[in-house]
């Protein structure tokens, strides 16, 4: 067993690969932003229905401003581009969607929606703790170092 945990473990007692787990996480975390992106621009009056229903001011408005922040946010998480920022921004649109759309809503699939949203903001706030890592528009640039 001593062996196996050896194979798994650096010298230092890291785990191997960890070099990878902020890439993938870029990933997984930025295809929720880009796939919506898509889905509202494939249905943008619908979309502003639904944003109307719900309760979001100027709905006609919200939709492209909600899609530039899908798309640009979800993008510049996915290469690592000005990771920080894009978290910062996506934090923003996580919280306003969590406590203004989801929670007054009440519904069980809304309340879903709201702690999907907290948990998204909860891994920004490491992305913005941590930088973008490895693989990374930042890591070329000199922008990925951890805050102090």
Same mark, same amino acid.
């Given at each position: 067993?001593?062996?196996?945990?050896?194979?798994?473990?650096?010298?230092?007692?890291?785990?191997?690969?960890?070099?990878?787990?902020?890439?993938?996480?870029?990933? $997984?975390? =930025?295809?929720?932003? @880009?796939?919506?992106? @898509? @889905?509202?621009?494939?249905?943008?009056?619908?979309?502003?229905?639904?944003?109307?229903? @719900?309760?979001?001011?100027?709905?006609?408005?919200?939709?492209? $401003?909600?899609?530039?922040?899908?798309?640009?946010?979800?993008?510049?998480?996915?290469?690592?581009?000005?990771?920080?920022?894009?978290?910062? $921004? $996506?934090?923003?649109?996580?919280?306003?969607?969590?406590?203004?759309?989801?929670?007054?809503?009440?519904?069980?699939? &809304?309340?879903?929606?709201?702690?999907? &949203?907290?948990?998204?903001?909860?891994?920004?706030?490491?992305?913005?703790?941590?930088?973008?890592?490895?693989? =990374?528009?930042?890591?070329?640039?000199?922008? =990925?170092?951890? =805050?102090?």
């Amino acid at each position: 067993m001593k062996r196996v945990v050896d194979r798994l473990l650096l010298a230092d007692g890291t785990p191997r690969g960890t070099a990878y787990f902020l890439p993938i996480a870029r990933l $997984l975390m =930025s295809s929720l932003f @880009v796939w919506d992106a @898509v @889905v509202q621009l494939r249905n943008p009056t619908g979309t502003a229905q639904y944003f109307a229903r @719900v309760g979001v001011p100027s709905p006609g408005i919200a939709i492209w $401003l909600s899609i530039a922040i899908h798309l640009i946010g979800g993008l510049a998480l996915l290469i690592g581009f000005r990771t920080r920022w894009a978290a910062a $921004l $996506l934090v923003l649109l996580c919280l306003g969607t969590a406590f203004g759309v989801h929670l007054p809503a009440g519904d069980a699939s &809304n309340m879903i929606g709201f702690y999907k &949203n907290l948990v998204m903001t909860g891994g920004f706030l490491y992305v913005i703790a941590y930088g973008a890592g490895s693989l =990374s528009v930042d890591q070329f640039t000199g922008r =990925s170092e951890p =805050s102090r």
